[in-house]
């Protein structure tokens, strides 16, 4: 019986409590790019940033950017993650501070060919955290991972502020938003 749903198994992608990482590596929330939608609109649809981030020179930080639901009824998310999870910076720049700005000569850039939509059902008031990630050394990658094995080197960032840009992908191109993290 063909019930019109894309998703493998719609139950385990509804809910406020979902791990997105454990979903998107199962499938099980996966659509065809044809009945992909755009993110909602920002009064449905609310991004919320951690306050204050800080982190040691040469750390690694961990936090999460929250989709909140602020509707009277479930909204659909169609969620495109361009590269992996948790998300990674597309850009970063050196607000304040003396040092040298972060050489992302090396990172990880974004695929070629967009992934297929993950499809998330959130019930009214319902959240979703997106993990991110953010390195505190010149090369902003984890110095152990794939990516890392192409750098010569990762000096810890100097102490300042900066400011990270971060993709939430969906169709049509999503919405980026900007996190603030002070080295220190």
Sequence with gaps: LDTGEPRLDPTRCTGDALDIEAL?????????????QPLPAEDQLAIELPGRLKVAPGEKLEFDIVLRNTGKQPLELDLVFRGFLPLNPESTTLVKGNGAA??????????????????ITLPPGGELALPAVWFANMRLVDPGSYVG??????????????RSLYRIGGIGGGRSVEVGITVK
């Design 102 to 119: 972060p050489d992302p000569w090396c990172t990880l850039q974004p695929m070629s060919t967009e992934p297929p939509p993950e499809r």
């Design 149 to 162: 094995s192409e750098c010569p080197d990762f000096p810890a960032l100097d102490k300042g502020e900066y």
């Design 24 to 36: 998107v590596k199962a499938g099980v929330c996966t659509i065809p790019q044809n009945r992909a």
